[in-house]
């Protein structure tokens, strides 16, 4: 079972295409690829997000998540395979594309303004205004309203909007970022390494917000490399490493420890302990690296065998 | 009182939260930029007006306001253009070459006046353009491209001039048609209570209405902040960088034409080897006035009140009758006053 199989299981709910009466993805990736010059940075990614839905990418450093987010979110364009919004095929020219599409970002640096207040921030690039012509200006007020309305909703109690961004915690400014994505009428959201800054309590209320934009209907893309992250909130995983996916699974027919396993890569914990072996002494540390790798693959195996026909696929 | 018309507005009261009773409004005003600049302006105010009798006369204080709205004109851009997060070294010659170029085109076509001005209105946002094109383009420091421009601007201001006009000074151009009109427009006085107050400070006082009204209540003012602050968020949340940013450039030239014009029609011919220099004393006016450095901080009034600061250094040595060498003095030890107070005041509003 491949990944264009998944894509015919988990159909769009209750959503079809007008003409061919055939279900079709809020977003869809088809054999993406990118390049940057003779670097391959991305080669044959298949996914998709659907309405109401959390699509994990995970992967190591390096592994491709930032390429791939950067091409749905139009700051770089894909040179290879298909990328389709509700159905439709897509090649984004700008940032401005992609949100005009409905496609929001939450970068890892958030996209924020550290020294500009919250509400000019939540507000910024797409400002409200009243007047006409030269003398159209914003409309202050109501855009202050809109921010804390909007930031008690999801569960953010502010002290005061015109607070400069930077002085909010990591987890606060997460949730600036996710609710203005949201307001702006967001289909889907993609979050870029949400977590990785962030202590446990603060990660658990960004996950608790990332389950509060899916069930507002939005579709996500969640991109995280901490697999006990992406698991408890996950519909689907795709597993990137150098470039290429090396699995993408429904949540029903993966564990946790699968996924850690394979995040965790067994055939590298294999060759590390084959370099140490080769360097001599410190058996210790051999040994413990021998008993993971035992350990690794013996998870792996197991899921390999319980799922006959795995939709892995490299 | 002359500095009662460069006060920043008083912060608006919001309706909040319990929580955010301890930030009173007297800590709020003292985490605006300029507030550094204005505890400046009344100490020097104060300062001269207690060592010299005539400094707080209306005619002096017309002097002075003149003085720094030739500065606040220019200091007005290129506030805009540090909140912006660029710099701009060739401002000070651009002006020259503002004139320049309205005196020697219609001195040697024989047009009217305003003719060359309006040509030099064109030629002036060009430079600006320029400079921020090629700003965008390279993503080369402003600091770079600017300097490049200022040496190019240099050179050609004297060669043209001497090309065209044979002389290091313009031609005059007080016979042509439209000189005098010209001349109400861009350097006449206006009598306010028997005291003549020159138009520039109207000018003055109009651009930094409009400059404050654009940064804080329009779009165009958010996206100014954010660019300086941090073009790439920017960027990413479908602010048009490079629009802005060449929007800046053309802003400060066209400040440049302004003063340009006054500086042409004061008289009725421009030195072709000035302006050289004043690039600077418009960065100082502005850092004065708390625009960081880095960009995406600071105030127009602010940059107001750093002019104004060195419209009273620079006529109150004369009015307390010292000897002008001290000006260059002053002016330094106000900028690391101004700066350091600055960056104290914000800590210590930022921290509450």
């Not at chain 1, 203005?180 to 603060?202: H, M, S, W």
């Not at chain 2, 506030?79 to 651009?94: C, K, N, P, Q, R």
């Not at chain 2, 400060?252 to 008289?267: D, K, Q, R, S, T």
């Amino acid at each position: 079972m491949n990944a264009k199989q998944i894509d015919q299981q988990t159909l769009l709910r209750e959503e079809k295409d007008p003409l061919t009466h055939t279900p079709v993805h809020l977003l869809s990736l088809d054999a993406v690829g990118k390049h940057y010059g003779n670097i391959i940075a991305l080669r044959e990614v298949t996914m998709a997000v659907d309405n109401g839905r959390v699509t994990c990418v995970l992967g190591d450093n390096g592994a491709g998540k930032s390429t791939l987010i950067k091409i749905i979110a139009g700051l770089h364009q894909h040179d290879a395979g298909v990328l389709k919004i509700m159905g439709e095929e897509r090649k984004f020219n700008s940032p401005r594309d992609a949100l005009d599409a409905g496609i929001a970002t939450v970068y890892q640096d958030l996209a924020v303004v550290p020294l500009m207040p919250i509400w000019r921030n939540f507000f910024l690039g797409s400002e409200l205004t009243t007047g006409f012509g030269p003398f159209k200006s914003m409309d202050v007020q109501k855009m202050k309203d809109i921010t804390l309305k909007e930031l008690a909703e999801m569960g953010i109690d502010l002290r005061d909007v015109e607070q400069p961004i930077g002085q909010l915690s990591g987890g606060e400014r997460q949730c600036v970022a996710i609710a203005r994505a949201v307001y702006f009428g967001a289909k889907v959201l993609i979050l870029d390494e949400p977590t990785a800054a962030l202590g446990v309590k603060q990660s658990g209320v960004v996950l608790r917000y990332i389950l509060q934009a899916r069930d507002r209907g939005l579709g996500v893309i969640f991109i995280t490399h901490n697999p006990h992250h992406a698991f408890p909130v996950g519909d689907r995983f795709l597993l990137l490493k150098r470039g290429k996916s090396i699995g993408y699974y429904d949540k029903k027919d993966i564990t946790l420890d699968e996924l850690t396993a394979q995040m965790a890569g067994g055939a590298e914990l294999a060759e590390l302990a084959h370099e140490l072996e080769q360097l001599g002494g410190h058996t210790q540390a051999l040994k413990e690296v021998q008993a993971e790798v035992a350990g690794v693959t013996e998870v792996t195996d197991v899921a390999d065998s319980s799922r006959e026909g795995s939709p892995r696929h490299a | 009182m002359a500095n009662t018309a460069t006060l920043p507005p008083a912060p608006a009261s919001a309706p909040g939260d319990e929580r955010i009773g301890r930030r009173s409004p007297i800590q709020k005003f003292l985490g605006r930029p300029e507030v550094g600049a204005l505890v400046g302006a009344v100490v020097l105010f104060i300062f001269f007006a207690s060592v010299s009798g005539t400094f707080t006369q209306p005619n002096a204080l017309a002097t002075i306001l003149y003085g720094s709205s030739t500065i606040g004109i220019m200091a007005v851009g290129v506030s805009l253009l540090m909140i912006g997060g660029e710099f701009d070294l060739s401002t000070g010659v651009a002006v020259i070459s503002s004139a320049l170029t309205a005196s020697l085109f219609s001195w040697n076509f024989s047009l009217n006046a305003w003719v060359g001005v309006l040509l030099a209105l064109v030629v002036s946002l060009g430079i600006g353009f320029i400079n921020g094109w090629i700003l965008v383009k390279t993503k080369l420091p402003s600091f770079i491209v600017t300097l490049a421009t200022f040496l190019m601007l240099t050179g050609l201001n004297l060669a043209l001039t001497r090309l065209i006009g044979g002389s290091v000074s313009s031609p005059s151009i007080s016979k042509l048609d439209g000189f005098d009109s010209a001349h109400a427009v861009f350097a006449s006085s206006i009598s306010i209570g028997g005291v003549e107050v020159k138009i520039t400070v109207f000018f003055w006082i109009f651009l930094v209405a409009v400059a404050s009204w654009v940064l804080l209540r329009t779009k165009v003012g958010n996206w100014i902040f954010a660019v300086g602050g941090d073009a790439n968020a920017a960027r990413a949340v479908g602010v048009p960088v490079t629009k802005t940013k060449i929007g800046l450039f053309m802003a400060v030239g066209f400040c440049g034409w302004i003063l340009g014009m006054h500086n042409l029609f004061a008289f009725d011919a421009v030195q072709s080897g000035e302006g050289v220099g004043n690039e600077f004393l418009y960065i100082i006016a502005a850092v004065i006035g708390g625009c960081l450095l880095t960009g995406g901080y600071g105030s127009a009034v602010g940059g107001a009140i750093g002019a104004f600061i060195f419209g009273m250094a620079n006529k109150g040595i004369v009015y307390a009758q010292w000897n002008p060498d001290w000006f260059k003095f002053f002016l330094g030890l106000m900028l690391l006053l101004a700066t350091i107070v600055n960056l104290i005041v914000k800590r210590r509003a930022e921290l509450k």
